[in-house]
Nanobody
Framework: QVQLVESGGGLVQAGGSLRLSCAAS????????MGWFRQAPGKEREFVAAISSSGSNTGYADSVKGRFTISRDNAKNTVYLQMNNLKPEDTAVYYC????????????????????WGQGTQVTVSS
């Protein structure tokens, strides 16, 4: 059973930056494709970014492309989400998710692909 713990959320002004981390335990992290999702109050969960198990391929939602960067350090069992030029509409609870045994070099956009989820970290962007 993989455990995922997010950190790095907080309150930031519009235009600012935050770096989220998601640490994985109890599993072979380098064999997981990873993703970040978010859910704002009253809205459905949405895809933010994803990365293949090796880190060679990444994908982003159009709303964050050019502002957010997903990366991973397999030696540290951690995936990151660097968020720059934050906007009030980025306010949400951010979740990381893991998909064991993915197709090599694939990343996954749909939340239904992921087997394990973290508890989430709140990001609030003030205008």
């Amino acid at each position: 059973q993989v455990q995922l713990v997010e950190s790095g959320g907080g309150l930031v002004q519009a235009g600012g930056s935050l770096r989220l981390s998601c640490a994985a335990s109890r599993g072979t992290f380098s064999r997981y494709a990873m993703g970040w999702f978010r859910q704002a109050p009253g809205k459905e969960r949405e895809f933010v970014a994803a990365i293949s198990s090796s880190g060679s391929n990444t994908g982003y939602a159009d709303s964050v492309k050019g502002r957010f960067t997903i990366s991973r350090d397999n030696a540290k069992n951690t995936v990151y989400l660097q968020m720059n030029n934050l906007k009030p509409e980025d306010t949400a609870v951010y979740y990381c998710a893991a998909k064991p045994f993915p197709v090599p070099d694939w990343y996954y956009i749909g939340g239904h692909n992921y087997d394990y989820w973290g508890q989430g970290t709140q990001v609030t962007v003030s205008s």
